[in-house]
């Protein structure tokens, strides 16, 4: 049995959703138990009002918030954030930012670690957010596993996709109009099989 938890913050539900894409694709994976929670809301009622995602949010209000203590004993963690300028959100890093005592402890040393993400743009940072994601990771002592070109949809050029060998991605769209292609949640499925079937492999071997 192998305990895979697939986290996530979404401000206006692109992310969420790659993130359902990616649980499904890791259940796929026989003897995967998936586990979907989400990062707390740190922006206030007011800002996230102006925002116009406080309607937004209500789509995946009902996912649980996770608690530091959630990321022990898995065997997998998938990470889900939007870009800010080329970087996780604030709410993503200061959940990160509490995780001390797991570094520490070495609570999350060899644990197969990946991530997607979500853009407003097709060069806003798809990327360099997952990228700089993984220094996090890497100092916590996690086995990083991206999204290879055996995910055939990577090499698709009739229509504005993300995706990279660095993980899933989607593009929201300046003012959060557009929704997830079938593409690219086809490569955040892709992403959740992967992990699962690298993390089955590990717990045999």
């Known amino acids: ?39 707390e809301e740190t922006m206030s009622e007011e800002a996230l009002e102006e925002a116009g995602a406080k309607e937004a949010q209500k789509e995946f209000e009902h996912v649980p918030v996770a608690e530091i203590e959630d990321l022990k004993g898995r065997d997998a963690i998938i990470f889900g954030s939007p870009t800010r300028y080329g970087n996780m959100t604030g709410q993503m890093r200061n959940f990160l930012d509490q995780t001390g005592e797991l570094w ?44 290879p070109y055996s995910f055939e949809g990577q090499f698709e050029v009739e229509e504005i996709s993300g995706g990279s060998p660095y993980g899933a991605s989607t593009i929201a769209g300046p003012s959060g109009e557009r929704t997830p292609t079938e593409n690219e949640l086809e490569g955040a499925r892709f992403q959740g099989k992967h992990v699962a079937k690298i993390t089955k492999k590990m717990a045999e071997d």
Do not use: C, P, W
């Open 1 to 39: 049995m192998m305990d895979i938890l697939v986290i996530f913050y979404s401000m206006y539900g692109h992310t969420y959703r790659m993130a359902e894409a990616v649980a499904e694709g890791a259940k796929e994976v026989e003897g995967a138990e998936v586990e979907l929670m989400r990062v």
């Open 104 to 147: 520490q402890n070495g609570d999350l040393i060899g644990v197969i670690g990946s991530v997607f993400t979500s853009t407003a743009t097709q060069h806003g940072g798809q990327e360099s957010t997952i990228l700089s994601f993984h220094t996090t990771l890497l100092h916590q002592g996690m086995v990083i596993v991206g999204l």
